[in-house]
């Protein structure tokens, strides 16, 4: 069946969602052509000395990351969602705070608690009268204590998905498995568990993703991985042909990671079919329901509590004054970078979701696709991507420019607020395109049939019908931008304008001197910024729970 053709406004919308679908994709052409042209000389020489070691320190740490995000988001998803205990219903919230973290926040955090100097090790010395030599305490600053760090803030990725599937499972097999003679942790492992496996996958993925993204932690911490690795090449090495090259390794194992999780989510389904018997909550003893509150309290714990307590303490004692001009200035910089970058990357997932929606088919498809990808890509590897072809760009314009009109036009992209824009939209476009689309499923074709008899075309509709309809989910959209935004370092390292630093900035280059109190003020208002959108969401979880 011929198909018909595009009208004048789906034609504009074809072109804006291929002008974002080739933005998508120049740092992957532009990693992948530096680290083919480049000199390899500066490759050679980390081959003979340490990139077997990044190797082998992201990969353990994919691992213990992995490991710690499945064991504690499943068991305290069950927990809350399968049985009865006391303080339920205060964890089945709580248990998401610490997606609000950066795991660099925790890492300073923790310096200060478990360090030499810190209270801890202070305290046991002068209780026991031991001298710095008498004891063994173990080291935080440590690929182990990396790990830990991260774990304690990815985990939320695995509980919120595990207690979704749990919410969704039906009780018939669990209970046929206990009328077998199962016992209760006997029927999770056997039933329940692997009933939930595509949505566990899916959030263990997504934590390694955003592991192997990871660059203040295992910066702070000296843990040398492909992240730090490429920041070492660019900044301390100059050597952009190096930093290209462990950008393309990492590019590769972050994409084999993306279409793992596309696999999980794609091949392992189970029959959740509507009128299913919900599954009934298991009131656990007095004694089971005491060790189910430690065990949900631990997490809750270790990645709010006491980071905050510790942060607040610090920042008590710190020099750092939050109203200064100078604090008042990064402050203004975060806020209109995430705000700016918020905006363009839903405007960016509306084009591409609307354009789907509207001319399913292989353009379509494709620049949907390249918007999802970015998730998957580290802040840095986007990064050095973008400002090779950038540079290479401003260069030749700059050349043309002065041969022929004798102007010399420097470089009007390369180190611009706009491109470090374009880096965030690049790297988060996909939480975007998850929230629209998570809304626009739930309005109907014939919706979109009736305004088009209306005289609407599609920009009539988009305005006049769609965002309405959708601004509850735009706005979850933008809010989820616009705080990972204001996490994110390593983009920001490398591509912000001169003398233009935020406040994830700031608090990296005051714990990279180890003047951790200073640190703290601006982690304080990171983690507090990063609170509202993780409230929001935990107000939709008590809306959406089992009763």
């Not at 390899?40 to 190797?55: M, N, S």
């Not at 920041?231 to 950008?247: E, I, K, V």
Request: proline share 5%.
């Amino acid at each position: 069946m011929p198909r018909r053709p595009l009208t004048t406004s789906e034609k504009g919308f074809s072109l804006l969602a291929l002008i974002i679908g080739l933005i998508c994709a120049l740092p992957y052409f532009g990693v992948i052509l530096a680290a083919t042209t480049g000199s390899f000389d500066t490759l050679v020489h980390l081959v003979e000395t340490v990139l077997g070691r990044y190797a082998l320190s992201t990969l353990w740490l994919v691992v213990l990351v992995s490991i710690g995000t499945f064991a504690i988001g499943t068991g305290s998803a069950w927990l809350v969602t399968m049985t009865e205990f006391r303080g339920r219903r205060f964890f089945e919230i709580a248990l998401v705070l610490p997606l609000a973290f950066p795991a660099y926040v925790l890492a300073y955090a923790y310096t200060h608690v478990l360090d030499h100097p810190g209270i801890v090790q202070s305290s046991l010395r002068a209780v026991m009268g031991w001298g710095p030599r008498d004891y063994w305490f173990p080291e935080i600053r440590s690929l182990g204590g990396a790990a830990i760090m991260l774990t304690l803030v990815l985990y939320p990725y695995v509980y919120l998905l595990a207690r979704a599937a749990f919410i969704a499972q039906n009780a018939t097999p669990f209970f046929a498995a206990r009328a077998l003679g199962r016992g209760p942790m006997n029927a999770f492992f056997t039933v329940s568990l692997p009933m939930a496996r595509p949505a566990i996958a899916s959030g263990v993925l997504l934590a390694a993703m955003e592991t192997i993204a990871d660059f203040g932690t295992v910066s702070y911490f000296g843990v040398q991985t492909f992240a730090t690795g490429i920041y070492t090449s660019w900044f301390s090495m100059a050597d952009r042909g190096a930093a290209a090259q462990l950008s393309m390794g990492l590019l590769a194992f972050a994409l084999l990671l993306a279409v793992l999780e596309r696999t999980s989510r794609g091949d392992a389904k189970y029959d959740a079919s509507r009128g299913s018997r919900p599954m009934a909550r298991m009131v656990l003893s007095r004694r089971a329901g005491a060790g189910a509150l430690a065990l949900c309290a631990s997490p809750v714990l270790l990645g709010v509590v006491i980071p905050v307590l510790a942060l607040l303490t610090m920042a008590i004692g710190s020099e750092q004054n939050l109203f200064s001009r100078r604090y008042i200035m990064f402050i203004t910089n975060s806020l209109t970078l995430a705000g700016v970058a918020a905006l363009v990357t839903v405007g960016a997932a509306i084009i591409l979701g609307t354009l789907y929606r509207v001319v399913p088919g292989r353009l379509s498809g494709l620049t949907l696709y390249l918007g999802r990808i970015g998730y998957a890509v580290p802040g840095g590897v986007i990064a050095v991507g973008l400002l090779v072809p950038l540079a290479a760009f401003d260069n030749a314009l700059d050349a043309f420019m002065e041969a022929r009109f004798d102007i010399d036009t420097g470089l009007l992209i390369t180190g611009s607020i706009w491109a470090l824009i374009g880096a965030y939209m690049i790297r988060f476009l996909a939480a975007a395109l998850g929230a629209y689309e998570g809304g626009i499923t739930a309005i109907s074709e014939n919706i979109d049939a009736a305004s088009r008899v209306l005289g609407q075309g599609v920009f009539g509709t988009l305005r006049r019908v769609h965002v309405p309809l959708l601004s509850p989910s735009l706005l979850t959209a933008m809010l989820i931008v616009f705080v990972d935004v204001m996490k994110e370092l390593p983009a920001t390292l490398i591509m912000r304008p001169f003398n233009y630093d935020t406040l994830a900035v700031q608090a990296y280059r005051l714990a990279s001197d180890e003047r951790l109190q200073g640190a703290a003020v601006p982690s304080l208002v990171i983690a507090g910024i990063g609170l509202v959108p993780v409230i929001l969401l935990c107000r939709q979880l008590a809306g959406r729970g089992r009763p």
